[in-house]
């Protein structure tokens, strides 16, 4: 069993920073693709980010050239660097691990942008 744990969530201006970290449990996170995703109030879950195992990068058009995911695997964990954030950025985060035919998601950290 994999266990995901988001941090770095909370409140920020227009224009401002945040970084958000996710530290799995258990062997398998340096084999696995990881991937980070948000969800706004009334809308459905959405891509920001993923980065393979080999360290390839995908973004959302809405974010790229603002957000970067990086990962550490002697820290089994993955990151994801927010720049320039706006208020539609507002959301709540979630980690997410692939691998195969298996998907884990975390509990979710709040962004929260302000204008």
């Known amino acids: 069993q994999v266990q995901l744990v988001e941090s770095g969530g909370g409140l920020v201006q227009a224009g401002g920073s945040l970084r958000l970290s996710c530290a799995a449990s258990?062997?398998?996170?340096?084999?696995?693709?990881m991937g980070w995703y948000r969800q706004a109030p009334g809308k459905q879950r959405e891509l920001v980010a993923t980065i393979t195992s080999r360290g390839s990068t995908n973004y959302a058009d809405s974010v790229k050239g603002r957000f970067t995911i990086s990962r550490d695997n002697a820290k089994n964990t993955v990151y994801l660097q927010m720049n320039s954030l706006k208020p539609e950025d507002t959301a709540v985060y979630y980690c997410?691990?692939?691998?195969?035919?298996?998907?884990?998601w975390g509990q979710g950290t709040q962004v929260t942008v302000s204008s």
């Open positions: 997410n691990l692939m691998l195969g035919m298996m998907q884990y």
């Open positions: 258990g062997s398998i996170f340096r084999v696995s693709s």
